[in-house]
T-cell receptor, first 117, second 114 residues
Framework: DSGVTQTPKHLITATGQRVTLRCSPR?????VYWYQQSLDQGLQFLIQ???????AKGNILERFSAQQFPDLHSELNLSSLELGDSALYFC????????????????FGPGTRLLVL | DQQVKQNSPSLSVQEGRISILNCDYT??????FLWYKKYPAEGPTFLIS?????DKNEDGRFTVFLNKSAKHLSLHIVPSQPGDSAVYFC?????????????FGQGTRLTINP
């Protein structure tokens, strides 16, 4: 158990809909990262938040957005869903932002499996 | 543009022998490398990491070797155990960008045979 929690575990929805995925980082961690794992793309970095502020963006679609709240939990919002958005969505956390002199190990949650029908 | 590559999709090893998983990268800015293990229906679990200032890091049965000139790293597991059967991901990141994005390889499925 990494200490990172994600809800829900599974989500089934229809095209065009909007969903929210939730992540709680490990106790004491300030950074939250979101990754998408699809069958053909592997694990892809989406976005990072550090202490409530966006720190880095990866291959995140404009239909997707995220935020980190004062209690440090994070939500990933996916809107206008398409069939191709079906994937595993992982959240990870680390203590620092990782942008300083020391690299940070990221610890992953169990993921949310999203199926868009 | 795949900056981190794991060229072997699968590997089968006998229990008790050494498992060697390989990873190549193309971005010379990468300076921190990690290995994660993933079981089905679970998130990736951190195994071991190495900074570019080292060429070897060891933790119990797991050793990671880094060859910067070849842009190659490998994970050695010895002795291999049935519980090691999983998908192994290599990941890399670069310092100094004010953030930390991990770039993952496609994974290698390791099967340990009794």
């Amino acid at each position: 158990d990494s200490g990172v929690t994600q809800t829900p575990k599974h989500l089934i929805t229809a095209t065009g809909q909007r969903v929210t995925l939730r992540c709680s980082p490990r106790s004491g961690d300030l950074s939250v990262y979101w990754y998408q794992q699809s069958l053909d793309q592997g694990l892809q970095f989406l976005i990072q938040y550090y202490n409530g502020e966006e720190r880095a963006k990866g291959n995140i679609l404009e239909r997707f957005s995220a935020q980190q709240f004062p209690d440090l939990h994070s939500e990933l919002n996916l809107s206008s869903l398409e069939l191709g958005d079906s994937a595993l969505y992982f959240c990870a956390s680390s203590f620092r932002s990782g942008g300083g002199a020391v690299q940070e190990t990221q610890y992953f949650g169990p993921g949310t499996r999203l199926l868009v029908l | 543009d795949q900056q981190v590559k794991q060229n072997s999709p699968s590997l089968s090893v006998q229990e008790g022998r050494i498992s060697i998983l390989n990873c190549d990268y193309t971005n010379s800015m990468f300076d921190y490398f990690l290995w994660y293990k993933k079981y089905p229906a679970e998130g990736p679990t951190f195994l071991i990491s190495i900074s570019s200032i080292k060429d070897k890091n060891e933790d119990g049965r797991f050793t990671v070797f880094l060859n910067k000139s070849a842009k190659h790293l490998s994970l050695h597991i010895v002795p291999s155990q049935p519980g090691d059967s999983a998908v192994y991901f290599c990941a890399a990141s670069a310092l100094g960008q004010g953030a930390q994005k991990l770039v993952f390889g496609q994974g290698t499925r390791l099967t340990i045979n009794p």
